[in-house]
């Protein structure tokens, strides 16, 4: 290979990385987890911690969507159930679960779920708008839609979940 050769290939790769744009496209943190079939996700900023393991303590006089409170070192944390909010199928009883530990403005809670399905940063544009065929009852909680592992992903809106919970909609 003579130089002539060899300069006009480094004049070509010079070229080209002048013509490649490089573009930072923001990323999101989410937490993908199943209710029954069905695949949801939280914005990962909303959720403090997932748990695997704890004993939940009943309380009398309260809606069904409040399954119980939990001790997380010793803060005492509500946990709600999504099932109903969104008018999915309970788990037979037994069935291993997760607890996710959620903030938001109007309150912070544990949210039953049935298994975490992964944590990933997506892309802001993979998030497209809810569709317009959306059943009525998730319309308010749903921000919008992905596809993760060839399945459809609903996301939730979290903050929108406890506004409604603390307004007795739960």
């Excluded at 993908?32 to 914005?43: C, M, Q, R, S």
């Excluded at 748990?51 to 010793?74: D, Q, Y």
Aim: net charge negative.
């Amino acid at each position: 290979m003579t130089d002539t050769n060899l300069d006009q290939i480094l004049a070509k790769r010079q070229t080209a990385r002048k013509e490649i744009v490089n573009v930072d496209e923001p990323l999101i943190k989410l937490v993908i987890f199943a209710l029954g079939e069905d695949w949801f996700a939280f914005h990962g900023e909303r959720i403090r911690e997932i748990l695997t393991k704890a004993s939940i303590f009943f309380v009398p006089g309260c809606p069904g969507s409040l399954e119980g409170v939990i001790n997380v070192r010793g803060d005492i944390e509500s946990v709600i159930r999504l099932n109903e909010l969104l008018q999915v199928p309970l788990p037979e009883p037994g069935t291993p679960s997760a607890i996710l530990l959620g903030s938001g403005t109007a309150m912070n809670s544990g949210i039953r779920i049935d298994r975490v399905v992964d944590l990933v940063d997506i892309p802001q544009s993979f998030i497209q708008p809810p569709p317009a065929n959306l059943p009525d009852q998730m319309r308010p909680f749903v921000s919008g839609l992905l596809r993760f592992k060839e399945r459809p992903v609903s996301v939730l809106d979290l903050e929108q979940i406890f506004s409604q919970y603390v307004k007795g909609l739960g």
